[in-house]
């Protein structure tokens, strides 16, 4: 037998998946299958219902998709109404979010208080939870942390396994609490384990809001200004919720239906949060960015920012795909809520933090590369910014470092995968099971003896 090492070894064996494993890109419409659980002209294909969230982009006038505003709906609530209901009351309106989302109204003043309280005493890890589980095994990446953190939380509770309704929505609410401290906590030791930086492990403050909470937590001084959390509560406003169907609550509802555990079900919607493709998609956007102002000498010139946009759209710039990173959405068409709601915020921060000229810079990119793509890609498609242009420049107004904004996005929308495990418990009650179409035919099995 060679002497294979096992770089090697698996080199060898990727071969034979590289061989084994590719199939003819035309079967996919031989067979009618649905990529991605997309219908051809882009839209999901239905496969169950809610009455958590909605998103809207196009409306459907004689079969067929017609652009509009979008909007951003939660329990039936347009998303605008509840930021400006919360802004002109001079509050912070996530844990304001998190109740509707889960129990489905909007809280009375009495109500949100009491809840705010609840939220407030569970924010604490349970004794020995960051020696144990976070210190003794850092990560070089916050989510992988996170992930980890949630499931080892499987050990931490008394009755892991209940499905009673109460149980669960006890479980959900104590995860959404812990979130902000297994988060800092997971950074805290990275900053330690792996940067060689100093760590800080703050206590959290029961009476504060989330964005107030974590902004002290992550930061060695725990100084933040008014509108620096303000800035972030919108932002976990925005992302706490967005329909059924992307990938990380359609997560939650698939591994939900195998009637598993709670930290089972949100563990998997870390991991799936983690990818570029989702949770991941403003550090694409950072990126490009940061290669962007190297090379463009003038920010406020269209016609310089226009070359780099061609050049990026053509491929000779960049990552190579060809897209520019926080423009487009699969849903959204002339505007994306989320988007127009955190520029408008990161307008002011800008303002105070003395980044007006690179504020500018994010707007000349969304003004010009809708006719950019246009012109190059010849595509009818409607581009339009998505809150992914704009969540990482604020984050970095707010001096947070990159390896926290998928994390950032995680706080947030666990509110929104909480709300679905609990759906998925009350209203599911069947587990998931799609079909795969095999278009390998039987082989006649080969006798060891016989083989080559």
Not at 89 to 116: S, V
Not at 246 to 268: C, G, K, P, R, W
């Amino acid at each position: 037998m060679e002497n294979y090492s096992d770089e090697k070894f698996i080199s060898k064996l990727s071969t034979l998946t590289k061989t084994n494993d590719p199939i003819d890109p035309s079967l996919y419409q031989t067979f009618d299958v649905k990529r991605g659980l997309r219908n051809t002209d882009g839209r999901g294909v239905l496969v169950g219902l809610t009455k958590i969230g909605d998103v809207v982009g196009y409306e459907m006038v004689n079969n067929q998709k017609v652009a509009v505003p979008g909007k951003l709906y939660y329990r039936g609530y347009d998303v605008e109404k509840i930021i400006e209901d919360s802004e002109k009351n001079n509050q912070f309106g996530f844990e304001q979010i998190i109740y509707l989302l889960i129990f489905g109204e909007l809280p009375t003043k009495d109500q949100l208080e009491e809840f705010r309280l609840y939220i407030g005493r569970n924010r604490e890890l349970p004794s020995f939870f960051t020696e144990d589980m976070i210190m003794k095994a850092p990560s070089p990446d916050i989510m992988n942390k996170l992930a980890r953190g949630v499931l080892a939380s499987y050990s931490y509770d008394k009755t892991p396994e209940s499905s009673n309704l109460e149980n669960i929505i006890r479980q959900c609410l104590e995860l959404i609490a812990r979130f902000p401290s297994l988060v800092a906590n997971g950074y805290q030791a990275k900053r330690r384990y792996y940067d060689g930086q100093s760590m800080y492990i703050h206590f959290s403050d029961p009476n504060i809001s989330t964005a107030e909470n974590f902004l002290r937590l992550i930061r060695s001084d725990s100084q933040y200004t008014r509108l620096e959390a303000e800035l972030l509560d919108l932002a976990l406003i925005l992302h706490a919720e967005h329909g059924g169907g992307n990938n990380s609550s359609f997560t939650v509802h698939v591994v939900s239906s195998t009637d598993t555990d709670t930290y089972s079900a949100i563990a998997a919607a870390v991991g799936s949060l983690k990818g570029k493709r989702h949770g991941g998609a403003n550090l694409q956007v950072m990126k490009m960015m940061d290669e962007l102002k190297k090379n463009v000498k003038d920010w406020s010139s269209e016609k310089q920012v226009r070359e780099y946009l061609e050049k990026i759209v053509r491929k000779e710039v960049g990552d190579g795909s060809g897209l520019i990173y926080g423009m487009g959405h699969a849903i959204y068409t002339i505007s994306d809520p989320r988007a127009v709601q955190l520029k408008r915020k990161a307008e002011q921060l800008a303002k105070e933090k003395g980044c007006l000229e690179e504020f500018n810079l994010y707007n000349l990119i969304e003004k010009l590369s809708p006719s950019v793509l246009y012109d190059i890609k010849k595509t009818n498609k409607r581009f339009c910014a998505n809150v992914d242009l704009y969540s990482g420049f604020v984050y970095t107004m707010l001096n947070i470092p990159r390896e926290l904004f998928t994390p950032i996005f995680a706080i947030s929308r666990v509110a929104g995968w909480s709300a679905h495990r609990i759906e998925e418990a009350v209203a599911g009650g069947r587990i998931y099971r799609p079909a795969y179409k095999n278009i390998l035919e039987p082989r006649e099995y080969i006798p060891m003896s016989q083989r080559n």
